[in-house]
């Protein structure tokens, strides 16, 4: 199966034997190793608008039974023209933490960022998350941006509106 999961035993004991006799040794322990490497632990891009709240995701590559995997994430520094700005982009509980994905489970999520709804048209902007630690997986992809989406209309321009089945002549 593709689950990571503990070797698992099982114990065999030999009896009346036809045509044959037993030795000494009637009980046998088999053991099956699991041979499913640990999960890949990924973070993925969240895109959210203007206004509204949003966490982080993280998922594995496949579940384990071997124990909860932690993820330790935190915001990374941004630079560039594109860089959400604290109380006026945004605002997030906590700027890092640890996310812990159950046995079984493929996905959490964790942290929580809630967006300002101003009423400045703006390209998008980013807030950059990495993971800096996992416990009981590997790191697959490590970084990640929270993207937030401007809900405004640039000044000067109306809004069109066309619906199928509309037709224009110029």
């Known amino acids: 199966n593709p689950a990571e999961e503990n070797d698992e035993t099982f114990k065999i004991t030999l009896s009346a034997p036809v045509g044959s006799y037993l030795g000494?040794?009637?009980?046998?322990?088999?053991?099956?190793?699991?041979?499913?490497?640990?999960?890949?632990?990924?973070?993925?891009?969240?895109?959210?608008?203007?206004?509204?709240?949003?966490?982080?995701?993280?998922?594995?590559?496949h579940p384990t039974d071997k124990g909860s995997v932690v993820v330790n994430w935190k915001r990374d520094t941004c630079s560039g023209v594109d860089c959400a700005e604290v109380t006026t982009d945004y605002t997030m509980t906590t700027t890092s933490g640890a996310a812990t994905i159950p046995a079984g489970s493929t996905s959490v999520s964790s942290g929580s960022v809630t967006?300002?709804?101003?009423s400045v048209d703006e390209l998008f902007k980013r807030i950059p998350i990495s993971i800096t630690s996992v416990t009981g997986g590997t790191s697959f992809v490590s970084n990640a941006d929270i993207f937030i989406n401007d809900n405004d209309v640039p000044s000067g321009k109306n809004i069109v509106e066309l619906v199928s089945g509309d037709v224009f002549a110029c």
């Open 24 to 61: 000494t040794n009637t009980v046998h322990t088999v053991t099956i190793l699991d041979d499913e490497d640990p999960p890949l632990v990924t973070i993925q891009d969240v895109y959210v608008i203007e206004g509204a709240t949003t966490s982080l995701k993280a998922t594995l590559s």
């Open 115 to 118: 967006t300002v709804n101003n």
